[in-house]
Each structure stands twice: as C-alpha cells, then as structure tokens.
C-alpha cells in the first residue's frame, strides 16, 4: 500500500522516516526529496530493489542509478581511490548538486547494472534524504519519474507518474529549480575515472546546478576536459 508523508508536519516526518526505513529494508521503493529533484530509491546492496527501480522507471540496466550517500568518509568506503581533484571537488560542493563518476571498490556486493566497475556518489543537500541515508546507509537513487518524463519537483508530480509502484513518499516541499533547454535541474555529473592517466581529465557527463567554470575554479581549468 502506498502512503504519503508531509515532511512539514513533525509527526507525519518522523512516521515517514520510518515508514522509509521499513520499505527499504523490504527492498521496496521511497520517494524522497533533495536538493535538486525528487529522488527514486532503494537499497544499493540488494539486486533485486535495484531492479525494482530501473523497472518503475522504465529504463534498463544500461542506465544504472547513482548511489546517494550520508557523508564524504562514505566516498573513501565505496570508491577504490578517491583521487586529489575529487577531494577537492567534494570538499567544496558537498553536500550539493555535484555527482562524482569513480571507480568502485571490488570487493562491494552489489549489482546497480551495467556500471563497467564505477560507481556515481552524490551528498544531497537536503535533511530528510540526509536523515535516511544515515539510517539506511547507501542508496541506488534515481529521478523520480519516468524515463524520458520531466524530472519531479514534487511528491505529487513523482505520484502522478509513479504511483503505488512506490511504497512511501516523503513530501519535502517543492525542490530545485525549473528545467529550461539550457539547464538541467538535477546535478552535475562529472567523470573522475580516467585522472590516474598520464593525460587523464574530468569529465562533465551532465551540465547540472553546479556550472563548469565552478568546477574549473576548483580543480583547475587544465583538469577539466
């Protein structure tokens, strides 16, 4: 059964955080707010959540969702190496709008499709996704919507396209800023996994919230291809 949780009201948040606790622990789906859009989410560590999202969000398993994570120490535990421009990057924009491309640990059991060995981690800027994760540890968190379908700013938006494939919505408010056909509303993605070559360069995958000249400031600008 499907419910939705008004994250203003101190009693319904609380029974929602633990209403989203007790979904993902079944391997079910949450709806949950950040700082960008809304987001899809379910237990990284469990194949068969994972694919319970890519299946809600009609997409297959060469679009594998990023992983949103309570804190930076998180970065270092699923990451094989975490190189100095991340360290930096990290430092400046997170929590926030930033998703870092690394390659990930070998040794982590799980299976978010067809990933090629890398993993993308955000910090969201938000409370509530950040008062779950740190319940929940790691989350597979995809655009709450349907492939192809404007990203939700909002848990009725996310509804109207979800529905009760969707266990627990949590209502943050409406979130982020309006898509134009020159900005995407969700973060900027950029790739760190070719830096441990001799010419290697980050990456920018998705031109989010966080523009390339800030991301050049950071690093540098001769870091960024």
């Known amino acids: 059964m499907t419910a939705v949780y008004d994250c203003s009201v101190e009693s319904e948040l609380l029974e929602g955080l633990r209403a989203a606790r007790g979904a993902i622990g079944r391997g079910e789906l949450v709806v949950l707010p950040t700082d960008t859009v809304y987001g899809l989410a379910a237990d990284a560590f469990r194949a068969e959540a994972v694919q319970r999202l890519l299946d809600a969000k009609e997409r297959g398993r060469d679009a594998p969702p990023p992983v949103l994570i309570p804190g930076i120490p998180t970065l270092a535990a699923l990451a094989e190496n975490v190189p100095e421009?991340?360290?930096?990057?990290?430092?400046?924009?997170?929590?926030?709008?930033?998703?870092?491309?690394?390659?990930?640990?070998?040794?982590?059991?799980?299976?978010?499709?067809?990933?090629?060995?890398?993993?993308?981690?955000?910090m969201p800027d938000?409370?509530?996704?950040?008062?779950?994760?740190?319940?929940?540890?790691?989350?597979?968190?995809?655009?709450?919507?349907?492939?192809?379908?404007?990203?939700?700013?909002?848990a009725a938006d996310a509804l109207a396209m979800l529905g009760d494939r969707v266990s627990v919505y949590l209502?943050?408010?409406?979130?982020?800023?309006?898509?134009?056909?020159?900005?995407?509303?969700g973060s900027t993605i950029v790739d760190a996994t070719s830096l441990h070559l001799p010419d290697g360069k980050l990456r920018i995958l998705r031109q989010g919230v966080i523009p390339a000249a800030a991301i050049a400031r950071v690093v540098g600008a001769e870091l960024v291809a």
């Open 171 to 185: 209502d943050g408010g409406e979130v982020g800023v309006e898509a134009t056909p020159t900005a995407d509303p």
């Open 85 to 122: 421009a991340v360290e930096k990057l990290v430092k400046e924009f997170w929590p926030g709008g930033l998703t870092v491309v690394v390659e990930a640990r070998e040794s982590l059991a799980w299976d978010l499709g067809e990933t090629r060995g890398t993993v993308a981690l955000r």
């Open 126 to 154: 938000n409370r509530h996704a950040l008062h779950l994760l740190a319940d929940t540890g790691p989350l597979a968190v995809s655009s709450a919507n349907i492939s192809g379908m404007p990203a939700a700013r909002t």
